[in-house]
């Protein structure tokens, strides 16, 4: 059996975390950044839009067994950019809290590398799944074998 490509991968991650995935055009747009930022060997685990408190711009979180990816479009002139890349290792103080009723999961971690701490509202329609998905890697990550 041929793996299947990138952007089939993505969609699939998407339905099986139960998040609201991107919608097809707004997921086009960002497929560019987001294969850059991730090996082939990498495989999707979550892709989801969320929100960022405060901000009104559009966002599509990528995760991974190894990489956290946030992209950003500009609500005015759809100007697209890398939020966030980062090793999930490289993550600290990462607190992930399901809300099936408001529909998504609070998700905040603070970078290493810089100290900024993120804040995301991740979209879901299965908020358990989701918030399961997010325990598995990094669970994983941040408790040593």
């Given amino acids: 059996m041929e793996p299947l490509d990138f952007p089939h991968r993505l969609l699939t991650a998407a339905t099986d975390a139960g998040a609201a995935a991107p919608d097809a055009s707004m997921f086009r747009r960002h497929l560019p950044i987001l294969r850059r930022c991730v090996p082939d060997a990498d495989e999707p685990l979550l892709l989801a839009r969320v929100d960022r408190p405060g ?3 559009s ?3 990528l995760l991974t067994a190894e990489r956290l990816v946030v992209t950003a479009e500009s609500r ?8 966030l890349n980062s090793a999930c290792r490289d993550l600290i103080d990462v607190l992930w809290t399901p809300e099936p009723a408001m529909g998504g999961v609070a998700f905040s971690a603070t970078t290493a590398f810089d100290g900024v ?3 995301f509202w991740v979209r879901s329609d299965d908020a358990d799944t989701t918030a399961n998905v997010l325990s598995g890697v990094f669970r994983r990550v941040l408790v040593p074998a």
């Fill in 117 to 119: 701490r993120e804040h």
């Fill in 55 to 57: 901000d009104r711009g």
């Fill in 59 to 61: 966002y599509v979180l």
């Fill in 76 to 83: 005015v002139l759809r100007r697209l950019r890398l939020h």
